[in-house]
């Protein structure tokens, strides 16, 4: 945080009290202007929902750019009150219902068609074919392939690995086009879709998963006239510590890409490419910001904070690290930048589970009342609240650089289930 970030969320917490996310409006522009830049027109950009569906911010990237994957009818009518127009968004995901596929399906038979819907099994297929068909209208999909590869990522973020339960082998392709009434039927086949996993560290697997859908695309091509297009999916990375080495920029995701097509004859490249980021356009725009109740003077020493697991389960699912600073001190306020004396502790919240801990940071000394920020959380921070422990909704606020504007008012008591 520089300094006037730090004051603009001390300000923030007097008038809207804590648990609180912030949200710097500048650096969700900057991030979402790289990927911009990296993916230029006519890539298609598909900010992914599920990151963070908060209206504000969604508003704030759809007038960015970015059109909208969502991965179920909840999600497509958040994009939709962001002020997106359905031929802007996409459904997709591995667990779309009965309803969520006749809602695409109506969508096409009133002239105001999804982009496209993306496909996970032969099951997927016969239930869109089955609603199309009552609709009178086709349906325009892409079939997500699996491509096996082993993404540079943690496992439990490796989607594209062959024991992953999303998406089809390349092999099983054929049987899921059947399923869907072939190549004239109720859908109109127009491509692949592909996602090898999250917060990728190299971009090797991207890339060879790049190069299995550009093959399937050209061999479907004879049976198939329509298939023009291919999705490769998001998992750019973000620099979650500050302290690691350097993560591929959305740039290098792109010349890769790049250098895949251009081995190719004009004539055999896509028509259409997608990209669908979510956290490096939002995780980097958001704090948590939390005050301390207690200081145990342990070994190592434990902060234990009014936020925690139900606001942030990052860390407690797959011991995520985010970046820490306090801002203030035995109820001062500090620079975060002033090379004060820090110590290193264990930061903890303040749900009854001993997983409940948000992990180490050096920090200043604390005391009841002081403030302590949690960076890097403006993706699968807030879309993962729990009430768990009966916890009201946090507030959530963004700075624009010279105002705060409330985007979601603290939850009650009386909301809880």
Known sequence: MNGGLEQAAREAVAQFGTPLYFYDLARLRADATQIREAFRDPWIRLYSLKANGLPGLVREILDSGFSFSAVSGGELDLGRRAGADPSRMVLEGVGKTERDLRSAARLAATSTPLLWVSLESAEDAAALAAHAFRGGERVDALVRVNPSVAP?????????????????????????????????????????????????????????????????????????????????????????????????????????????????????????????????????????????????????????????????????????????????????????????????????????????????????????????????????????????????RPSEVAWDGGRLTMLRRRGSYRALP
Not at 264 to 283: D, Q
Not at 330 to 346: C, F, K, M, Q
Not at 353 to 364: F, I, Q, R
């Open 152 to 392: 540079e990522t943690l496992g439990a973020l490796a989607v594209g690995a062959p024991s992953s339960k999303f998406g089809v082998l390349p092999e099983e392709l054929p049987s899921v086009i059947e399923a869907g009434g072939g190549p004239h039927g109720p859908i109109r086949w127009r491509g692949i879709h592909l996602h090898v996993g999250s917060q990728l560290g190299a971009v090797d697997a991207w890339r060879s998963s790049f190069r299995v859908g550009l093959r399937l695309l050209e061999l479907q091509r004879a049976e198939l006239t329509e298939f023009d297009t291919l999705d490769a999916g998001g998992g750019f990375p973000v620099a979650y510590d500050e302290g690691a080495a350097s993560v591929p920029s959305p740039a290098r995701f792109a010349a890769a890409a790049n250098t895949e097509l251009v081995q190719l004859p004009a004539a055999a490249r896509p028509s259409r490419l997608a990209v669908e980021p979510g956290r490096a356009v939002v995780a980097g725009c958001g704090w948590l910001i939390g005050r301390v109740l207690h200081v145990r003077r342990r070994e190592p020493p434990i902060v234990v904070l009014d936020t925690g697991m139900t606001e942030l389960i990052r860390p407690a699912l797959y011991s995520a690290r985010h970046p820490m600073v306090a801002l203030t001190s035995l109820g001062e306020p500090i620079d975060t930048s002033d090379g004060a004396p820090n110590e290193t502790v264990r930061v903890d919240g303040p749900v009854c589970e001993s997983t409940d801990t948000l992990g180490s940071a050096s920090l200043p000394p604390l005391a009841r009342g002081d403030l302590v920020a949690i960076g890097m959380t403006g993706a699968y921070g807030s879309s993962m609240f729990s009430s768990y422990n009966g916890r009201p």
